[in-house]
């Protein structure tokens, strides 16, 4: 059996539509929640009603990269898993970089190679999910007690602050400078240095101009241009 049919079955549908109904429907819950308590603090409905309507429209331009993300994914790894992960708290680029990781350590090229197998398949699902569940339990058991660390390292200063920024500066070195010197793609180092010279262009361009929507979303901005530079650049050079 070809692993799209599995990727495409109706039963991985299912399962996914149970799930992100689980997801909506805390959502909902949270959101009556919010208001029952924004009526106790004496909130007018107007206002809320305001603040709900702003949320979500600030929320369609970060969404922009995750439903490109969404759509690019869906080839290679059919259409309801991507939709799972990237609809509960996944993000682009974790995504992305998990299922590229568990595919190349099985020996295949990655996510665009056409001999991916069922058991390839699945162990993707199994690395996709099972790694981003590391947050959210070391957050259940650790957070507070690092947030109450974090914070009195941060008032004594010292080494760490020079510490957090040097670990900030080595994930964006991991998963930038591999990219950039990788001679053999020549495509893909045009496309990472168009990326990272979009984001910075674009924060510099909001706050000297003072656009504060353009700087706040410089890198999902600069996400959705780093892709249209990879459709151009594929084809010229392809």
């Not at 600030?58 to 991507?82: E, R």
Request: net charge positive; proline share 4%.
């Amino acid at each position: 059996m070809d692993y799209l049919e599995v990727a495409n079955s109706t039963a991985l549908f299912i399962i996914v539509v149970i799930v992100l109904a689980m997801v909506a429907a805390q959502a909902v819950l949270f959101i009556r929640t919010a208001m029952k308590r924004g009526y106790e603090l004496g909130m007018t409905k107007e206002s809320m009603g305001k603040t709900i309507t702003n949320s979500a429209v600030f929320s369609v331009l970060p969404s922009l990269p995750i439903i490109i993300t969404l759509l690019a994914m869906m080839p290679a790894l059919g259409k309801y898993l991507p939709w799972l992960r990237l609809s509960v708290i996944g993000s682009a680029m974790y995504e992305s970089m998990a299922a590229d990781t568990a595919l190349t350590t099985l020996g295949y090229t990655g996510l665009g190679d056409p001999n991916i197998t069922k058991e390839a398949f699945l162990s993707v699902v199994w690395v996709m999910s099972l790694g981003i569940m590391i947050g959210p339990v070391l957050n259940t058991l650790f957070l507070k007690k690092y947030d109450t660390t974090m914070k009195g390292a941060m008032k004594a200063g010292g080494f760490i602050s020079v510490g957090l920024g040097s670990l900030f500066l080595g994930f964006l070195a991991v998963n930038t400078v591999p990219r950039l010197l990788n001679f053999g793609d020549p495509v893909g180092q045009c496309i990472t240095a168009v990326s990272g010279a979009s984001a910075v262009i674009l924060n510099y361009i909001g706050k000297k101009a003072k656009i504060r929507v353009m700087s706040e979303f410089s890198f999902p901005l600069a996400l959705i241009i780093g892709m249209a530079s990879a459709i151009l650049l594929t084809k010229i050079f392809a």
